[in-house]
């Protein structure tokens, strides 16, 4: 190849990325999936959706008042846990449960300090709502909890000794505070750099068959190569600005730690962005209709991306064919990786074995997208 011929491929793609962010400055639709979708994620994740269990509404019910029956329901009071609600009968908190005011009853017989002081102990009944299994299984748990630690108080109060077959030490690792927002806004990263890199391009690219962009370029010395690294150079910058924009508020604004190397998780992010891209102008090619690339976008990555990736829902815990189909999905090991970096650190038997994955689909989608872009108009 000739210096001329290198120096006027050089022009035209310098002018191509010009031209891609010349129309995402001017289109108000890529600026809204740009940046505001990215901001209503993150706000709506990190402040309004929380997968932790927090002033659970309860009733509380005490056949027969008493100083050990007192007691305890106030310890159940004064948890954080819990919003306790008082109620004279057990079939006025029945029809609290009934009526959704409370997902649990804690109920106490009238033999309750009769029993407590019997070697057998006493007896607690607790009615839980089991609509949505997993508040119910907390509730469970944590009245179990306090119901331990109370007896355990109970025991040290009277100067004795609370055996018990079992003694639980615990220690939480990576997120010891158990919030769930540092679970689910790493996640977001890779939910961004989809919406980003998938759905944009493909729309983008669709419009522009849909509008004869392509058509005038494709007349001109412009090869199709030039056209796909435009666009490549673009969204990836643009990509990786939504990236940082997400990593900057998870940790100064959502205070979730970074324990990993930034320069690693910029690599990583990289390698997912451009398999994203790859996705994103695959579709294209198959489907020049703004609407048609816009619904296969969503079903075929932002979906499978936001429930099959580990982002919300522990990819173990799904059904074994499920999980087999999970490897398929770009952002699952895109989520493993800003996880870890998150919250272990840089982890390299985690970071490796997805990277290299997230490797071969990046290679694997650029590859379909060069083979089906040919500079044709049919």
Aim: overall charge neutral.
């Amino acid at each position: 190849m000739s210096d001329a011929h290198r120096g006027g491929s050089a022009m035209r793609l310098k002018g191509l990325v010009r031209k891609e962010f010349l129309q995402i400055a001017r289109d108000p639709s890529s600026i809204a999936i740009a940046f505001l979708m990215p901001l209503f994620l993150l706000v709506l994740f990190g402040f309004g959706v929380s997968l932790d269990a927090d002033h659970l509404p309860i009733a509380l019910v005490a056949e027969q008042p008493t100083a050990d029956s007192a007691d305890f329901l106030a310890s159940l009071e004064g948890s954080h846990y819990f919003a306790a609600r008082r109620a004279m009968t057990m079939m006025e908190a029945e029809q609290e449960l009934r009526e959704g005011r409370v997902n649990a009853i804690v109920h106490l017989r009238a033999d309750f300090s009769a029993q407590l002081r019997h070697p057998d102990g006493a007896a607690i009944q607790l009615v839980v709502n089991g609509v949505d299994a997993n508040t119910a299984r907390l509730t469970e748990g944590y009245v179990e909890g306090a119901w331990v630690n109370w007896l355990a108080r109970r025991a040290a109060s009277l100067g004795q000794t609370m055996v018990t077959p079992v003694q639980l030490e615990q220690r939480v690792w990576y997120n010891s505070e158990v919030k769930s927002r540092n679970f689910l806004v790493p996640g977001l990263v890779a939910i961004i750099m989809t919406l980003i890199g998938t759905l944009l391009t493909a729309l983008v690219m669709a419009r522009e068959w849909e509008r004869g962009t392509l058509e005038a370029l494709l007349v001109t010395r412009v090869t199709m190569s030039e056209v796909l690294l435009g666009k490549i150079i673009a969204y990836f910058t643009l990509g990786t600005g939504g990236m940082l924009m997400t990593v900057a508020l998870a940790v100064w604004l959502f205070g979730v730690p970074l324990r990993g190397s930034f320069w690693l998780l910029w690599a990583c992010a990289s390698l997912f962005l451009l398999a994203a891209l790859g996705m994103g102008l695959a579709i294209s090619t198959l489907a020049r209709n703004q609407f048609v690339a816009g619904q296969i976008a969503i079903i075929g990555t932002f979906l499978p991306a936001f429930l099959l990736s580990g982002f919300i829902f522990d990819i173990d815990s799904m059904p074994p064919v499920v999980q087999v189909i999970t490897h398929l999905i770009v952002a699952r090991y895109f989520v493993s990786i800003v996880q870890t970096l998150f919250m272990a650190g840089d982890v390299w038997a985690v970071l490796l074995p997805n990277a290299l994955a997230l490797a071969v689909m990046a290679t694997l989608f650029m590859a379909i997208t060069w083979r089906k872009s040919k500079k044709r108009l049919e």
